[in-house]
């Protein structure tokens, strides 16, 4: 390598590294504006109580919530770093691709602004969930199988495997992922790649990661199938095809051209046509996701290395950088104007102000809740306010307690891990007790009995407890209007007319036994 190489490939790098810096940046600078997601507090409870499993999620979020809470506790701040990092991440594995196809400065910055800028990598970068790290694994994933195609280096198949089954127990939906790059390979010429004893050792050590999460869902009764019910009932069953088009459009806006242009570039350019494969295996990834329905944020990991392709391919065919230039910019200032409805920047008020303006020219993702109706503000959003003041009435209502009460108080949920998960995160502060519900994980983690009062119910009305108790206080309902459960109210319960312990132990045999292989023989 020359003077002028190493010249050049220094500035790309030290350029990739201010992009990643960039894109760390917005994350963090943002990261305290909102309270945390309903679905960031399940998943930083899982921190304390490590498993093989969950009920809705493999172990690798709640591995990594376990080192965050043991880094930085009770931290906004720390708990969304992690996600942030990935992202940064990501944008390096964008930056090698580039390179590697023999991409300059342009493309880098082509690809870098689109994937920055894009409202889906934003929002789920900004957030604790598994989202985040399944576009690390699955571009990860995909990056390798470049370089084996690149080097017709089957060794790397290891390393496929160990990714793939890393991305397994984040996220189950990387089995698409393996059945879409399956069929291309088995089509096309690289199959010769399969042929191979590295790629039994790659399975090999793929199996080894996963096992264990596998014989957790065996002896849980396959706790992923009963999530996969819930979920088809509750909010697959409101989603209609053209929804998977419209929304991967809103989690791109037109930045979208980017990724579409890589994706025509690897299934029709000559130059790249030992590639065509991966093309063709994120096509039909593609193809499965909408054929069940699936969200358009599932299929966010295919994108990045199709970012790569796209501004390598715009670099390459590109005779007059001007116009490629003028019309990149007007693309990105058009989705800066998306920011706002993606990332916490502007107080609530000023966000609903924002979006009844921007929505008529900018699209936003998350306007249509799990209901399949179109709101006023995002459904993350949503999920991201009014939690404190739901725990300051649950402290309101312990500190009406006696210090005999306190250490017998229970604090129940109903059917809900929003409300646990803000009493349990929130909560922590003022010493409020763990919470209960049978929701989501948390029937794994609830006790096996409770003190016989006072019992503090967080719920819309007293019908489902009200036979229960002689007295019941009402003790405040949440009003803010941008909260996604606005109306529910806190109670404090005394003075049972039976045995509560009694009706809780029933009740939480029932909940468990679905989960129990043995309690069912």
């Given amino acids: 390598m020359n003077s002028t190489e190493n010249y050049e490939q220094r500035n790309y790098w030290i350029l990739a590294a201010i992009f990643m810096a960039v894109k760390l940046c917005i994350h963090l600078l943002t990261s305290t504006n909102y309270e945390l997601h309903r679905d960031e507090m ?4 899982m921190g304390s109580y490590p498993a093989f499993g969950y009920l809705t999620v493999p ?16 931290s906004v701040f720390g708990i969304r770093l992690i996600s942030a990092l990935f992202g940064a991440a990501t944008l390096y594995l ?23 800028l894009s ?35 089957p060794r790397l198949w290891i390393w496929i495997g160990i990714v793939l089954g890393l991305s397994f127990n984040t996220k189950y939906s990387v089995t698409f992922l393996v059945a879409g790059f399956l069929i291309a390979m088995l089509i096309s010429k690289q199959r010769k790649l399969l042929f191979s004893w590295w790629l039994a050792a790659g399975i090999g050590a793929g199996l080894l990661l996963i096992l264990p999460n596998i014989i957790w869902q065996y002896n849980h009764n396959w706790p992923v199938l009963y999530h996969l019910g819930e979920l088809k009932k509750t909010q ?11 929304d991967l459009f809103n989690l791109n806006s037109a930045l979208i051209l980017i990724w579409l242009f890589g994706l025509g570039t690897l299934l029709h350019a000559k130059n790249v046509k030992k590639y065509r494969f991966l093309g063709l295996a994120i096509l039909f990834t593609l193809l499965i996701f909408f054929a069940l329905k699936g969200k358009a944020y599932y299929v966010l990991g295919l994108l990045p290395v199709l970012i790569a392709f796209g501004a390598y391919a715009i670099e390459k065919y590109s005779k007059h950088m001007s116009p490629i230039i003028a019309f990149f910019s007007v693309i990105s200032i058009y989705s800066l104007f998306s920011l706002p409805l993606v990332i916490p920047v502007l107080p609530f ?6 979006s009844e303006k921007a929505k008529q020219f900018v699209p936003a993702p998350f306007m249509r809740w799990e209901d399949g109706r179109e709101h006023d503000v995002s459904q993350v959003f949503a999920d991201m306010t009014g939690w404190k003041e739901l725990t300051g009435f649950a402290l309101q209502a312990f500190n009406n307690l006696n210090e005999k009460e306190k250490r017998n108080c229970t604090i129940f949920c109903v ?71 606005k109306g529910v109210k806190v109670f404090l319960c005394k003075n049972p007319k039976t045995d509560i312990n009694q009706v809780y132990q029933s009740s939480i045999f029932a909940e468990r036994k679905k989960f129990d292989r043995i309690l069912n023989q």
């Avoid at 049978?438 to 019908?463: G, L, M, Q, T, V």
């Fill in 236 to 246: 697959i069953s409101n989603l209609k095809y053209n929804h998977f088009l419209i």
């Fill in 119 to 153: 409202p889906g990598f934003l929002l789920l970068f900004s957030l604790l969930t598994p989202n985040a790290f399944e576009i690390f694994f699955w571009t990860l994933a995909i990056y390798l199988i470049f370089r084996m195609a690149e080097t017709e280096n």
């Fill in 42 to 45: 399940l998943y930083f409870n």
């Fill in 59 to 74: 172990p690798v979020t709640g591995l990594l919530a376990f080192i965050l809470k043991n880094i930085f506790g009770y």
């Fill in 94 to 116: 964008i930056a090698k691709t580039v390179r590697e196809l023999g991409g300059g400065i342009f493309a880098l910055s082509l690809a870098s602004v689109t994937f920055i």
């Fill in 349 to 354: 008020k000023t966000l609903i102000k924002y």
């Fill in 415 to 485: 059917r809900n891990y929003g409300y646990a998960g803000a009493i349990n995160f929130y909560g922590n502060e003022f010493k409020l007790p763990k919470p209960v519900t049978f929701h989501e994980s948390y029937i794994f983690w609830a006790p096996d009995s409770i003190p016989e009062e006072p019992i503090i119910f967080i719920d819309y009305n007293r019908d489902d407890f009200q036979s229960l108790f002689n007295e019941i206080t009402e003790i405040g309902c949440v009003q803010n209007q941008f909260f996604r459960e």
